[in-house]
Structure formats: C-alpha cells, structure tokens
C-alpha cells in the first residue's frame, strides 16, 4: 500500500527528524511504500527549508532527512496542493503524527501580561498549523482517503477553555479518522472533552528507533572518536536554562570521577554558560544527536526527545522541564500538561523531573546526582520493551484500518 505521512518532519528539530524516520523505516519493512507529503505552513516554510542554504544547522536537519527518507512529496501549502500529490503519488492512505499536530491555542489563553516596568497585555501569535481547521486536523482533504492520527499531541492546548460549539466542530472532523491515538493524558483528555469517547495511549515513534533504523546509528567507537570525547560522559544540553548558572557548573564536579560532563547544543547552540571540557559544535546531525545520548552515562536538561531516546536506551536521564502553561499574569499553572512528567511517570520515574517554573532549585545538582546514579536501568529496559510491544499494536490496528 502507498501510504502518506503528514507530519512535521523538514524542521529544525532532532526529535521530529528521528520519529519521521523511525515512521518511514517501519512502513518500509512491512512492505509498505511509505511518501512523505510535505506540508508546512509559509511562516513555517520560511523559518527551515527557506533557509537551507544560509544556515549550516538547518542544512544538517535537511540533509538527514532527505538522506533517509527517499519519498517525498512537493512542498504543499494548502489543501489543494495536497489533494493534488495524493492523486500524483497514487496515495492510498494517509497517516497523521506523530508530533503536536493536534493543536488549537484559543485566544484566551494567549493573552498575557508582560513586563516588569512597563506592564502591557500581549497576544501570543501562533503559525497557522496550530489553530483548529488546518490540514493536519484532515480539512480539506480528499475524504475517501482513509486517515489515521498516530500517537499525536496537543502541545498542551488549554482545551478548558474550548466553546461547545467549537468542540462540535472538532469532534465531526475527528469522526473521519479511522483511527486515533495520542501520545500523552493531556491530549487523551482532550480527545475525551471533544468527542465524549477515550482513545489509546501509544508511545512516540522513538521508542521503536533501534528496531526500525538501527542500521543508521554509528558505533560507540565512532561517535567518540568524531567529537574527541571520554568514554563516561554525562550530557548536560538546555534550550532555556531555568536554573541558576552555579547548579550548572556544580554538575562537573559532582560528577567527576565518574563521568566527564559535556555540553550538548540545541539547534541554536549552546545557550547556557558551563565551566565544562567538552562542548558539542554545531552543526550536528540528528543521528549524532540520538547517538551522542544513546551510549552517554546519563542525560540532563529539556525537552521531551532525549528523555524518550534515553529511556528508550536505558540511559540515566533527569529533565528540567521547560514546558508549562500560564495563566494572564504569566504566572504558571500546574494543571498536568507536562509531556514529559506524563512519560516518566509511566516510567515510575516521577522523581527525575523538576519544573523549575514552580519548583525550588536550591541543591538541585545534588538531586540531579543522586537520581542519576540510583537510575534503575534494568527496570527502565523493561518497561522500554513494553512501550516498543504497544507501538507494534498501534501500527499493526492502524494498518488494519486502511485494509
């Protein structure tokens, strides 16, 4: 069967680069002919693949992808101009996700106040993908192609605040899906708001990574040798910090006899000051990216995909966690939006996690120390194994709906 995957994949973000690959290398082994239909938003369009020749990063994403997923739609910017690659590519069946691409951010929860001496009110501005209708809710999409949505997310859209008529909306669009699955509680109690009915929970296709694309991911051997590093090393890496700058530098000396810590880079660098020996340069493949964390001695710092790869790998992990909603005063809430918190809990691992929005940061190298060493690796693989048991389910019911 040819089937499409719509999904943000041409961006510049390791793990949506890697899930969109573990998807493409599934569909392939089972005999399928897996497209990738390019769709993005202009604004979107504009920030990545318009910049691939001015921005060495974005270049490295890009060239990952299109290394490794051979099928490839033009880039569509409206439903017409998917309709128009369905029919050209012969598409027979479409999968949604995964990735936040079942989002909807209402007004009222994007009006903030900001500011300390001057104090205004601002309206938070989101691309066009993350406002209900768009593509990746199915509008507009030829309706005798069979649709499923994949182990999707929310991105912690406030869903509270959603009209009953809106909810309607969303909900009959929802009907013509054969099948949906979410990847986090809060989007399945989104799902549940809207439609009345409760959906699975499945993991993010990371946690199939090494059984779908082992082939791609170099030897320890070799990723040391290409980045000069020791052989026990802990990865530190924040997009934004949070905590204070010496909780930073203490790491390196906690750890040291043990594991050398080493700064690893988003893909707008290092943005955080660490008194560290090693510092990952940019730009860095997303294989190197899933390779430098997978044979590491533990993980520390944001975002959801290293924390997935980690314990998809068994490897120590502690996250500071930078997702959050607020409320007008910009103060933030504590309402379970977390993404990752949700992972690690069904990892029984609840307490390597701060959110250091609300939580006190005081010893925090300490914690972060104890949680790494006591990491119950064992336990972690196991549950690991039970995760990859349940994607297979969720693909095996997915292909059964499009039969």
């Not at 693949?49 to 890009?62: E, T």
């Not at 910009?330 to 992972?343: T, V």
Request: proline fraction near 5%.
């Amino acid at each position: 069967m040819r089937i499409g995957i719509i999904t943000y994949y041409r961006v510049a973000n390791f793990g949506a680069n890697l899930q969109a690959v573990s998807t493409y290398r599934y569909l392939e082994r089972a005999g399928h002919t897996p497209i990738f239909i390019h769709y993005m938003s202009r604004q979107l369009y504009a920030a990545t693949d318009g910049c691939y020749d001015s921005n060495p990063q974005i270049k490295a994403h890009l060239d990952f992808v299109d290394s490794t997923i051979l099928r490839q739609t033009e880039t569509c910017f409206t439903a017409d101009d998917i309709n128009r690659a369905i029919e050209k590519h012969g598409i027979e069946a479409i999968i949604i996700g995964s990735d936040a691409v079942l989002q909807h951010h209402p007004l009222r929860s994007r009006i903030h106040l900001y500011g300390r001496r001057f104090i205004r009110i601002r309206i938070d501005k989101v691309n066009d993908e993350r406002l209900f209708p768009n593509l990746f809710w199915g509008f507009g999409i030829n309706p005798d192609i069979r649709k499923a949505f994949m182990s999707v997310s929310s991105q912690n859209s406030q869903y509270k605040y959603f009209s009953a008529k809106l909810r309607q909306r969303m909900a009959e669009a929802l009907k013509a899906f054969s099948y949906i699955s979410v990847r986090d509680t809060w989007t399945q109690k989104m799902v549940h708001a809207i439609t009345g009915s409760d959906v699975p929970l499945t993991p993010d296709p990371v946690f199939a990574f090494n059984q779908n694309a082992g082939e791609l991911i170099p030897s320890k051997e070799e990723i040391l040798r290409k980045f000069q590093l020791p052989e026990n090393y802990v990865l530190v890496s924040f997009l934004n910090a949070l905590v204070p700058d010496e909780t930073i530098y203490a790491l390196k000396e906690r750890f040291a006899g043990m594991a050398s810590c080493v700064a690893l880079p988003s893909p707008l660098g290092i943005r955080f000051r660490h008194n560290y020996d090693y510092e990952i340069p940019l730009p860095l493949s997303p294989i190197d990216w899933y390779t430098l964390i997978k044979y590491s001695c533990g993980y520390i710092g944001n975002n959801m995909h290293p924390v997935v790869i980690a314990l998809h790998n068994g490897v120590p992990c502690y996250s500071i966690d930078n997702y959050t909603n607020f409320d007008f005063w910009r103060h933030p809430i504590n309402d379970g939006a977390s993404k990752i918190l949700d992972i690690l809990r069904r990892f029984n691992l609840p307490d390597n996690h701060i959110a250091p929005y609300k939580d006190n940061t005081v010893g925090l190298e300490t914690r972060i120390f104890d949680r790494i060493t006591t990491f119950p690796k064992e336990d972690v693989l196991r549950q690991s194994e039970q995760m990859y048991k349940s994607y297979q389910q969720m693909m095996h019911d997915i292909l059964k709906t499009f039969l």
